[in-house]
């Protein structure tokens, strides 16, 4: 085998996000880019001879070309083996497992989760290290430093492999297995859960419905939801992964998962109703005319974790990201564990779950998972729900609304506005900063102000710190106003505003949370002068 040391030159701008490098697909496919991006990785992680990478991703256009390169690559710069899946595919939770289960040295998952495909749209890539997790920031900002001075790169030429059937092949003197996507995660799951109490809920007159969105959950929920619980063929929808998610924007909210929130919504609505992201890795949860808030789900996750088999033995600690409400703190008082609250981005829970600190992890942006794997795993979250349900005999609203009497209610929501202009957002955010001094002891929305601050975080378990993770306005009755840029969009900016306000009083908790937060709502617009300096007058995606 020969390897080509091809020469190259650094491309501006490929620092990874909150989850990885994305861009448009018309970017990834310029000569060298992708190929700089992966030598960068490999030039960044330690020494990974002799050993084992997973590749897999989310079915989108360039999904296989990539791979190809990949391959190539791996090969060129001393890996043994590739485990790939097969026709390229691996959920993000299922790549985390696959990495863990036969000791990788590591893994790239080729996805841009919730945004849209296809040849105009966008591609990503991330490398995972050895726990199966996003890389961390320590190890992401080394890739960044390095695609920063990159002068070549390292292949082989080879023709492409088939990766439409699984088996033991072997590419420039590397061996490459073509794995089922499935069968792995399928067992995991099926050690977590009860799956006879679930078959048997399915069997009763219980009805469900699943929305793929065309994106990489279809054959994980087919064979799981559909042949191994037996529920009725049609139960997972636009089950079939597509190159473009069927033209969609496969984000499992109120907003683009309209398909399944009409029908949950409507005449003969079913009992349950779940969704997933592009990636498999997010997950909406819905109850006959119900929307559960992924916050809320979190803390009913936590609250009844002894009811399900993977955790009867009890939880270590709960992590929740920042922005994502304070339900689950009170769910983990009540229990005596640990709580902590971390910046946005699933990287930031590896430490904590390695350590043994925390089980249960969450994001308020449709993330929920634990130490099954390390990363958020939308059809855990899905299977964790039906197994309550099968215990508890009670409606979603049910459960939700017996928590709530029980916790009290977080009021929540998130307002995004996509594609805005990048200095008007950063001006957004640096209105709110300025009145950080003047805030303080002010009334706004009614409500006291206590303290203003750009969120900064310290790892407690390796003592690392990320700064400027949310500029945040909080109130001394436990209110919270949140403003962050998001760092996984392609084009622009999008501001995030994260609305909070807790409500103790039972008869005080059926309000819909955009009137109970109507007036916080208001004051956000008000001391960030986003309407003016945006032009908007309303949010792309509330949730
Ligand atoms: C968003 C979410 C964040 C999540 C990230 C990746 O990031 O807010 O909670 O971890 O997407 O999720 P941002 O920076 O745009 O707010 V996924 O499903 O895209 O891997
Ligand atoms: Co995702």
Known sequence: MKIHTIATEPFEGQRPGTSGLRKKVKVFQQPHYLE???????????????????????????????????????????????????NGILSTPAASNVIRKYRAYGGLILSASHNPAGPDEDFGIKYNIGNGGPAPEGVTEAIFEQTRKIEW???????????????????????????????????LMQKLFDFNAIRSLLADDFSMAFDAMHAVTGPYAKV??????????????????????????????????????????????????????????????????????PSDSLAIMAANAHLIPGYKNGINGVARSM?????????????????????????FFGNLMDAGRVTLCGEESFGTGSDHVREKDGLWAVL????????????????????????????YSRHDYEGVDSAAAEQVLQNVRDQFATLPGQMLAGRKVGKCDDFAYTDPVDGSVSTNQGVRVLFDDGSRLIFRLSGTGTSGATIRIYLESYEADADKQGLDAQDALADMIAAANEISGLKQLTGRDKPTVIT
């Open 224 to 293: 799981i939801i559909e042949d191994i619980l037996g529920a009725p063929a049609g139960t997972v929808m636009n089950g079939e992964p597509k190159e473009d998610f069927g033209g969609g924007h496969p984000d499992p909210n109120l907003t683009y998962a309209h398909e399944l929130v009409e029908i949950l919504y409507g005449d003969d609505a079913p009992d349950f109703g779940a969704a997933s992201d592009g990636d498999g890795d997010r997950n909406m949860i819905l109850g006959n005319h119900f929307f559960v808030t």
């Open 384 to 411: 964790f729900w039906l197994n309550i349900l099968a215990v508890r005999q009670e409606s979603v609203e049910a459960i939700v609304v017996e928590h709530w009497q029980k916790f009290g209610r977080n009021y």
């Open 323 to 347: 922005p994502t409400s304070a339900a689950a703190d009170r769910v983990a008082e009540a229990l005596g564990l640990e709580c902590f609250e971390t910046p946005t981005g699933w990287k």
């Open 153 to 187: 790169y390292q292949t082989v030429e080879c023709d492409d492999l088939d990766l439409s059937l699984a088996g033991n092949f072997e590419l420039a003197g590397m061996q490459v297995e073509v794995i089922d996507p499935v069968a792995d995660y399928a067992e």
């Open 36 to 86: 700089n991006f992966v030598q960068a990785v490999f030039d960044s992680i330690g020494d990974f001879q002799g050993q084992t990478l997973v590749v897999g991703g989310d079915g989108r256009f360039y999904n296989l070309q990539a791979i190809q390169t990949i391959l190539r690559m791996a090969a060129a710069n001393g890996f043994s083996r590739v485990l790939v899946g097969q």
